[in-house]
């Protein structure tokens, strides 16, 4: 068994005296794990840091093996990240909501998504966008996207400003008015292709909807705990 592909790094681990466990995100094959001997050695620690990205070369007699991978460097981004503790956070919280994907299933979209992230560290609000479409893409193919083509109450797509927390649903103003304090809010970017930048107030309502469904749907039926990163990314993002 053989192939190649191109990822991110999201985990190392070590395993015996020289060599690492390494699981990466990648394009074709999703998340997935393999052995690097010698992947201690000052070497290969350099190019094997979370958020870098590598092409990789996987080998094993069976597919259902651990196998070896042989990596090549592509962009090595963990020098920039951990210039700044936000940069940190950032790179922690992808790895481990990409760890929630099932082993070697693909998702291109993801991993496209993740490195986009990962490529805009600089700029902290940008970085926030992307990291609510990013979860949210993330809830729809764990299973537990939001729906928010039209009103839960009425069918209508206008107004739309309020998510219900029981049906994942889009809730317009009217209609919600007399429960808003029951409801989610919805930021407006959610409901538009990328474009003008959303205000601080957005984002940090996108992350309080993501959030909220992530540990309904995905932290608290597998007995996680909230992401300390991720909290720390919000209070960041406040200001």
């Given at each position: 068994?053989?192939?190649?592909?191109?990822g991110t790094?999201?985990?190392?681990?070590?395993?015996?005296?020289t060599?690492?466990i390494?699981?990466?995100?990648?394009?074709?094959?999703?998340?997935?794990?393999?052995?690097v001997?010698?992947?201690?050695?000052?070497?290969m620690?350099?190019?094997?840091?979370?958020?870098?990205?590598?092409?990789?070369?996987?080998?094993?007699?069976?597919?259902?093996?651990?196998?070896?991978?042989?990596?090549?460097?592509?962009?090595?981004?963990?020098?920039?990240?951990?210039?700044?503790?936000?940069?940190?956070?950032?790179?922690?919280?992808?790895?481990?909501?990409?760890?929630?994907?099932?082993?070697?299933?693909?998702?291109?979209?993801?991993?496209?998504?993740?490195?986009a992230?990962?490529?805009?560290?600089?700029?902290?609000p940008?970085?926030?966008?992307?990291?609510?479409?990013?979860?949210?893409?993330?809830?729809?193919?764990?299973?537990f996207?939001?729906?928010?083509?039209?009103?839960a109450?009425?069918?209508?797509?206008e107004?739309?400003?309020y998510?219900?927390?029981?049906?994942?649903?889009?809730?317009?103003?009217?209609?919600?008015?007399?429960?808003?304090?029951?409801?989610?809010?919805?930021?407006?970017?959610?409901?538009?292709?990328?474009?003008?930048?959303?205000?601080?107030?957005?984002?940090?309502?996108?992350l309080?909807?993501?959030?909220?469904?992530?540990?309904?749907h995905?932290?608290e039926?597998?007995?996680?705990?909230?992401?300390?990163?991720?909290?720390?990314?919000v209070?960041?993002?406040?200001?």
């Amino acid at each position: 068994m053989e192939w190649s592909d191109e990822g991110t790094v999201i985990g190392v681990r070590r395993h015996g005296e020289t060599s690492v466990i390494l699981e990466m995100m990648t394009v074709a094959h999703g998340r997935h794990l393999g052995l690097v001997r010698g992947g201690r050695s000052r070497r290969m620690q350099a190019a094997l840091q979370p958020g870098n990205d590598l092409v990789v070369t996987w080998r094993a007699r069976l597919d259902s093996h651990l196998g070896l991978y042989a990596v090549e460097p592509v962009k090595l981004r963990a020098a920039g990240v951990m210039e700044t503790a936000f940069g940190v956070h950032v790179v922690q919280t992808v790895s481990s909501l990409l760890r929630l994907l099932p082993e070697r299933d693909p998702h291109e979209r993801l991993h496209l998504m993740a490195v986009a992230i990962l490529d805009h560290l600089s700029d902290a609000p940008l970085t926030g966008e992307l990291l609510v479409r990013f979860e949210t893409r993330l809830l729809e193919e764990l299973g537990f996207g939001l729906d928010l083509s039209s009103c839960a109450a009425t069918g209508t797509r206008e107004d739309l400003v309020y998510v219900s927390p029981k049906s994942a649903r889009a809730v317009s103003r009217e209609a919600g008015a007399p429960y808003k304090d029951k409801l989610l809010a919805l930021p407006p970017f959610l409901l538009t292709d990328p474009g003008e930048r959303p205000p601080a107030a957005d984002i940090s309502a996108g992350l309080a909807l993501t959030g909220f469904f992530l540990t309904r749907h995905i932290f608290e039926p597998r007995g996680l705990p909230p992401l300390r990163e991720r909290d720390r990314i919000v209070e960041e993002l406040k200001g």
